[in-house]
């Protein structure tokens, strides 16, 4: 790969972008993403007026569309005449569109080349011309971006180079739910317009659901006019009802309006049409294709139901194959999405036809029968010269002979596919779940859960380790998913979505050797400026000054410590009241505090604030900085940072469930601490988490007993408090005051509650604990 070899001399911005550079550390000189598989940069600039000619190499009529997109761009005089075809001889001041054959480029690569008299981009194909455009576009000044200028055309200066470029995978993709929450068109056009400024290919269009059914079906109008509307939305996670009509479908006008715009910007449209499963919404409005016959209503609720399409029912099959082939009408996506996730059996299994259908095609059990499903639906796609893709369920009971799976549960299902010789997807809910917390839950919006920072998405690589060369071909990219559950606006889906498309997009196209994190870092933080211009909420959280704590084995304390993903800031620091920007403090090294203390963070570039002030309070008290002694074992799932997570002063966040909890499967928790010498013991504070949508509840009970020699306890006296339930995911403390003991070791036996209780969905399993920090004579008793 090459990178920054420049020709003789140097230009005045490759200088600047030197400066700027070398004072973080980096090598890129440029500002291009993804990252080009080769960059050179050259001497002098080409200058862009308003007067600059475009200019084609073919009469080619995709090459006159893509000249006219860029002059609309660019705010171009028209000539007079109509743009150039042919190669003129003369280049003075011109932009060349050309096709021509380029070995290394394959079907979407170009080659890029800017000198003082003319710029030049060619390609095999119309798709080449258009991402080499969209490179030339991130080469000029942010303001390119301006869709609605004020004021004439100012010149730009580009910076002479080489470039050449090509993706490294074939799908490069980002989806979007409309069904837990529904997006008008011209949000839709502009998620588009983003995918394709960073050369992501693929829009997935998730469209049906058991919240609504967003596609108009001509021959089937109860889907709109039933399945396109609930009568009310969850509060929160499923801890009340909001009562208000929510609802809202694409007309096929419409959706076919959606599909011509991202083919113009050379973004492919993969349907979602959900089957057998999380089709609530399509069974409100024809009941008869159920199991049950019903009735039902489009559900209020997030989450998975039983009831799915009846797979035994020949008018099922009847249904989806006029259903789809509207569809196919619509979009000309060679793939076809089916789901197939999350689709439970126990209706199938108690239904005489799905029954009657098991043993009349020979099928093993309901497993075999989603088989029979989807196999089935895959030959009419077949028949009609389309492809099905699947969720990673599609495995189970056989996979369909021609299908594409969708890796989501993990890597797991993908590794099996590609063992298989199908196409694989991947898309694995860690990191490519973007409806996922991407920095500490407070101060974000309220997410599912989970934890996907920006980086953790840059540094996933696609092709699992265990395939060989043969099956790793199978992998066909990656996609990010963008779920809208907790997701009810325009603006919070952009926050979500972004920067870390942008990040995935990276890791789709560049060579995998060419991506650097401090590279991207410094890059995107060039972009953010220009995702400004284009009104795009970004979050900015990669940037965020983290505060956590560390055991100190010199000194023997635990002190503070300022972390943070981007490696190319300043970090600073307040402790207590925030009365001015001068009351922070640069930060050198960890420190320690005395008390306990709020500790203000933030991330500066460039001299200024470039990500979120974070705040965190660190209790210090009798037990902080002690590591327990567990006698119990902790799940490795949710491990925090071990047993030092239980005193090293950080409370743990109620939707952060990865971070500073302890999880224990089942089990009861049981811990000793040694305080080193006898103290005077007044109160013990235990922090608990409670989240019953993740099978997470407050203990049944939990012993408090001291000792002075660490052999013989006794129950500690005091006031214990009742354990309080609620729905909503929360922290509860558990505090026992007015102890009044003498002691220097503290045993703490925690009752788990052993299984979930009845009429939880997963009654009868075992049933998780949480715990983060134990309190020993924590003053004023703050949580």
């Not at 971006?145 to 055309?153: L, Y």
């Not at 990040?503 to 995702?531: C, G």
Request: with cysteine.
């Amino acid at each position: 790969m090459k990178l920054n070899k420049c020709f003789p001399g140097s230009c005045l911005l490759s200088a600047l972008f030197l400066i700027n550079l070398i004072s973080f550390g980096q090598k890129s000189m440029h500002n291009i993403i993804p990252e080009p598989v080769t960059f050179e940069a050259g001497k002098g600039f080409f200058t862009l007026t308003a007067s600059t000619r475009i200019k084609t190499a073919s009469t080619s009529k995709e090459l006159s569309k893509l000249a006219d997109f860029l002059e609309s761009r660019l705010r171009l005089n028209k000539p007079t005449d109509s743009k150039d075809a042919g190669v003129s001889k003369q280049k003075v001041n011109s932009i060349l569109l050309q096709l021509s054959e380029i070995n290394e480029t394959g079907k979407e690569g170009y080659k890029l080349t800017v000198d003082k008299k003319q710029i030049v981009i060619s390609a095999n194909t119309g798709k080449g011309i258009f991402y080499g455009i969209q490179t030339l576009l991130q080469l000029m000044p942010d303001e390119v971006e301006d869709r609605n200028p004020a004021g004439s055309f100012s010149s730009y200066k580009i910076p002479s180079c080489q470039i050449l470029d090509y993706p490294r995978f074939e799908y490069r993709g980002m989806h979007l739910d409309v069904c837990r929450h529904f997006f008008p068109v011209e949000f839709i056009k502009k998620y588009i317009d983003l995918l394709a400024m960073y050369k992501i290919n693929n829009f997935h269009w998730h469209l049906t659901e058991d919240q609504g059914w967003r596609l108009e079906i001509k021959k089937y109008p109860l889907l709109t006019e039933v399945g396109a509307w609930r009568s009310s939305t969850p509060i929160g996670r499923n801890a009340g009802d909001d009562n208000m009509l929510y609802g809202g479908f694409y007309t096929q006008k419409e959706a076919r309006e959606v599909v011509a715009y991202a083919a113009e910007r050379y973004v492919n449209v993969v349907p979602e049409i959900e089957m057998p499963g999380h089709a609530l919404a399509a069974l409100a409005a024809y009941p008869e294709l159920s199991c049950t016959g019903g009735p039902f209503e489009v559900w209020t609720k997030w989450g998975v139901i039983d009831d799915i399409y009846c797979a035994g029912n020949e008018k099922v099959f009847t249904f989806l194959e006029e259903v789809l082939t509207e569809v196919m009408n619509i979009f000309p996506s060679t793939y076809i999405h089916i789901g197939g996730d999350e689709a439970p059996k126990n209706r199938w299994e108690a239904c005489p036809l799905c029954q009657k259908r098991i043993h009349d095609e020979h099928l093993k059990d309901p497993h075999e029968l989603q088989s029979y499903f989807i196999t089935r639906i895959e030959k009419f796609l077949n028949s009609n010269g389309r492809q099905i893709i699947g969720w990673d369920e599609i495995l189970e009971g056989g996979l369909a002979p021609g299908a594409t799976v969708m890796s989501w549960r993990g890597i797991d299902g993908g590794i099996a596919a590609a063992k298989m010789g199908h196409d694989v997807i991947m898309t694995p809910g860690t990191p490519c779940y973007f409806d996922h917390y991407q920095a500490s839950p407070v101060g974000e919006p309220l997410a599912i859960g989970g934890y996907n920072p920006l980086k953790k998405v840059y540094n996933y690589e696609p092709v699992p380790e265990v395939l060989n060369a043969n099956e790793a071909k199978h992998i066909l990219g990656s996609q990010g998913n963008l779920w809208t559950e907790y997701i009810p606006t325009s603006a919070q889906a952009e926050y979500m979505a972004f920067p870390r498309a942008i990040a995935l997009a990276e890791v789709n196209w560049s060579p995998r050797e060419a991506r650097n994190w401090d590279n991207f870092t410094y890059k995107l933080n060039r972009h953010f400026n220009r995702l400004s211009v284009l009104d795009l909420n970004f979050s900015k959280s990669s940037n965020n000054a983290i505060i956590t704590t560390v055991y100190d084995s010199i000194s023997k304390n635990r002190k503070v410590v300022l972390e943070s993903d981007n490696n190319l800031g300043t970090k600073y620091y307040c402790i207590g009241n925030i009365e001015s920007p001068k009351s922070f403090k640069k930060y050198k090294k960890p420190f320690l505090i005395k008390e306990t203390a709020e500790i203000h963070a933030e991330l500066r570039m460039d001299g200024k604030q470039a990500g979120n002030k974070t705040s965190r309070q660190v209790f210090v008290h009798e037990g902080y900085g002690i590591n327990p002694d567990l006698n119990t074992k902790y799940s490795n799932e949710y491990a925090a940072n071990g047993s030092s997570s239980l005193t090293d002063g950080l409370r743990g966040h109620p939707n952060s469930l990865r971070y500073d909890w302890l999880g224990f499967h089942g089990e009861d928790a049981g811990l000793v601490i040694d305080l080193g010498k006898e103290s005077d013991i007044s109160n013990i504070n235990i922090g608990f988490l409670h989240n019953p949508s993740n099978w997470i509840f407050i203990p049944t009970d939990v012993e408090i007993l001291l000792s002075a020699d660490g052999n013989t306890y006794l129950p500690a006296g005091g006031l214990k408090p009742d354990l309080i339930v609620v729905n909503e995911p929360v922290t509860v403390d558990f505090n026992q005051v007015k102890i009044d003991t003498k002691a220097r070791f503290v045993k703490i036996i925690v009752h788990n509650r052993g299984v979930c209780p009845e009429g939880h969905a997963g009654h009868g399993e075992k049933a998780w604990l949480f715990i983060d920090e134990v309190m020993i004579n924590q003053p004023n008793d703050k949580n």
